[in-house]
Structures are given as C-alpha cells and as structure tokens.
C-alpha cells in the first residue's frame, strides 16, 4: 500500500486569519459561538472544500444536517 497525499482547498493547517471563514460568514459567529467544536468544524470544513457545509446548530445534527444538504457529495 501507498500513502498518497491530499492537498486541499485550505491547505493543512486552518489559517485563522482568514476572517470570510473564521469570522464573517459563519453561523457561529453571528450567534456568538466562538471557539466551539461545531465553530472550528463549520469554518474548517469552508476552509477546505470552500463552500457552505449546510449545517447549523449542535454537534449530534450536524453529519445528518451536511449529508441533506451535499447529497451528491456525501
């Protein structure tokens, strides 16, 4: 077996300096939920693919919420 690297979108590390996806754009922000693990899921995964993941709210709906939105992704 061989590793083959994936370079994405975003690159490897998130750059947090990045207001459109780590400020402006994000539900989470804009309720105030900074630093939660929904927060970093949603702008990482902007970050990388560069579109809206289509979810919002707590942990547990979020999977279900992006597989509804994305279903010819996921």
Not at 2 to 12: A, D, E, L, M, S
Not at 25 to 54: I, M, N, S
Not at 57 to 72: E, I, T
Request: net charge positive; charged share 20%.
């Amino acid at each position: 077996m061989r590793y083959v690297g994936i370079t994405f979108r975003g690159g490897t590390n998130p750059n947090f300096n990045n207001l459109e996806v780590w400020g402006t754009k994000k539900p989470y922000v804009q309720a105030g939920l900074y630093g939660q693990c929904t927060w970093f899921a949603w702008g990482r995964f902007y970050e990388l693919y560069g579109y809206d993941p289509g979810f919002s709210g707590d942990g547990s709906s979020c999977v279900k919420k992006l597989v509804a939105a994305h279903p010819d992704k996921f």
